[in-house]
């Protein structure tokens, strides 16, 4: 147990205090209605991270409007107020367990497999993406060919997401995590081969990381300066798992150094692996966060193991630790890891043949 008592540690991100330093990462499940409302298997599934000790909770992606942001089918949304009303009683089930939880906002532009609203998809580009669609998610080929976001749509684009934040402050949200990572639509505009505008928003780095600067700007002004903002920041994708930013170190400063000034609160870092270096030697990404940001860090990427993850927030390159895999094997890791109980090992079965919500979890 050398070094595991850093994990139970308070910490706070923003003014908000949390009573530790575990976090339950975003993992998308599919468990919703087909109008994007919240059920009762989530409100039983957030419940058991919250009452197996998880200090927070940071919800699976999403979406935050009706146009073309959703990316599977059964996906929870926060684009209006019915979808938020039925979100009301996840929070209130995990509050009473003593936990918070974020809301992560999430625009699946050109990844879009499956959507209750529309039947195009749109990107920065008119670049069908790499890879092939997730079959656990209902989906089956390659993606389709986007249509290249106008620049009046990016600017609704923006006001969805800051509109959608407001909601989730209004409905008792503590929170609300952007999602700028793992292949979506504004990962999409950071990434230099899915981004072939030549106005504001492509072309070099400081111009790809715009469009996450601004959403980040307006969701702090639509929820004010005291509740918690965040954004997720990855390099891989769901489609493309092994990307690299082209520009190594010199692409990190760049985009956490604007992050850094656009009124966030955190960074949620995710990689393969939170320890390994970001570019094949040197820093890892999450030491490179913090250098160019100064901000709390949450790191995410083969954490499970309570002897790695607390020997990362000891380096001080990180503050909280999320849990995805590991948090699924065990919904209550930190319980277990204050009575020096053994971990389940991940089963994948979990997520096949779809990534709905299972009775075991529940």
């Known amino acids: 147990m050398t070094g595991i008592p850093i994990l139970f540690t308070e910490t706070s991100i923003g003014k908000l205090a949390l009573k530790n330093r575990l976090a339950v990462a975003p993992m998308t499940r599919v468990s919703a209605s087909s109008e994007g409302l919240a059920t009762d298997d989530m409100i039983r599934y957030y419940t058991r991270f919250a009452r197996g000790g998880y200090g927070l909770l940071i919800t699976e992606g999403v979406y935050p409007d009706v146009r073309h942001s959703q990316g599977y089918l059964y996906q929870p949304g926060i684009a209006n107020d019915a979808q938020a009303h039925a ?13 918070k939880i974020f809301v992560q906002l999430m625009h699946a532009g050109a990844l879009s497999q499956g959507s209750h609203w529309s039947t195009e998809t749109i990107g920065p580009s008119a670049v069908q993406p790499v890879g092939e669609q997730m079959s656990f998610y209902r989906g089956e080929g390659r993606y389709p060919v986007p249509r290249e976001i106008t620049p009046g749509e990016i600017t609704q684009l ?24 793992n292949g979506y639509i504004l990962d999409q505009f950071l990434t230099d081969y899915s981004n072939q505008r030549a106005d504001r928003y492509g072309g070099a780095t400081e111009n790809r990381v715009r469009l996450l600067v601004e959403v980040s700007e307006a969701v702090r002004q639509a929820v004010g300066p005291q509740f918690p903002v965040g954004i997720r920041i990855s390099q891989g994708k769901v489609n493309d798992f092994v990307h690299k930013w082209t520009h190594g170190e010199g692409d990190a400063k760049v985009i956490f150094g604007n992050l850094g000034k656009a009124g966030l609160d955190y960074i949620h870092v995710t990689e393969y692996d939170a320890n390994q270096p970001a570019f094949g030697s040197g820093p890892a990404l999450v030491e490179l966060a913090k250098r160019y940001t100064g901000l709390p860090i949450i790191a995410n990427g083969q954490l499970e193991e309570p002897a790695k993850a607390a020997a990362l927030l000891a380096t001080g390159t990180s503050d909280v630790i999320a849990l ?27 997520l096949t043949p779809l990534a709905h919500i299972k009775p075991s979890e529940i």
């Open 87 to 99: 979100w009301r009683k996840v929070i209130e089930s995990v509050h009473a367990e003593g936990a």
């Open 158 to 181: 923006i006001q969805d997401f800051a509109d959608a934040a407001a909601r989730a402050k209004a409905i008792g949200f503590d929170g609300v995590e952007i999602h700028g990572a």
């Open 324 to 350: 995805g895999k590991g948090a699924l094997a065990n919904p209550n890791w930190p319980q277990k890891v204050m009575r020096n109980e053994p971990l389940t090992e991940f089963d994948y079965d979990l």
